[in-house]
C-alpha cells in the first residue's frame, strides 16, 4: 500500500535554503556548488528518498537535515532518476525475497534463433551394450 508523500515545512524549506545561503546572499547547489539565482532554478530534495525509507522512519517528522538544496540544471533530474531506479530495484527485490514473483522461463535458443531442437544423435547399429556381449 503507498503511503502519503511527506514535505517539507515552510521552516524547513527556511532552513535549507538558509543553510545553503553564502555568505554573499547567493543561493548555492549543496552538491555542485552552481548559483541558483531564482527559485524555478533550485528544487529541495529529500536526501534518502521516500520510498527507500523504512515503514517506521515514515512516522517520524521530516527535519532539515533530511533535505538538501540541489539544482534543477545539473544536479536534481539525475539524482531523482538514480532514486527511482534503486526504489523499483529493492521492490523487486523484496518481490523475489517474499516469493510473489516467480522467475520467468527461459526460453532455449538453438541454431541461433531457430526454434528448431538439434536431431538427435543415432548410433548405427546395436547399442553398445548389445555389442559387448554378442
Known amino acids: 500500500m503507498r503511503t502519503a508523500r511527506r514535505e517539507f515545512s515552510i521552516s524547513d524549506l527556511v532552513a535549507i535554503v538558509t543553510r545553503a545561503t553564502d555568505a554573499d546572499g547567493k543561493i548555492?547547489?549543496?552538491r555542485c556548488g552552481a548559483w541558483c539565482p531564482k527559485r524555478k532554478d533550485y528544487e529541495v530534495d529529500h536526501i534518502l528518498a521516500e520510498g527507500m525509507r523504512p515503514k517506521a522512519d515514515l512516522k517520524r517528522k521530516?527535519?532539515?537535515?533530511d533535505g538538501?538544496?540541489?539544482c534543477v540544471a545539473v544536479c536534481h533530474p539525475p539524482k531523482t532518476k538514480r532514486d527511482n531506479?534503486?526504489?523499483h530495484e529493492?521492490?523487486?527485490r523484496e518481490q523475489r525475497a517474499l516469493l510473489l514473483v516467480r522467475p520467468g522461463k527461459r526460453k532455449a535458443w538453438w541454431r541461433h534463433g531457430k526454434d528448431q531442437k538439434p536431431p538427435l544423435k543415432v548410433a548405427a547399429g546395436p547399442p553398445g551394450m548389445a555389442r559387448?556381449?554378442?
Open 90 to 92: 529493492a521492490k523487486r
Open 132 to 134: 559387448r556381449y554378442q
Open 62 to 65: 521530516l527535519t532539515p537535515a
Open 68 to 70: 538538501q538544496l540541489l
Open 28 to 30: 548555492k547547489c549543496e
Open 85 to 87: 531506479e534503486d526504489i
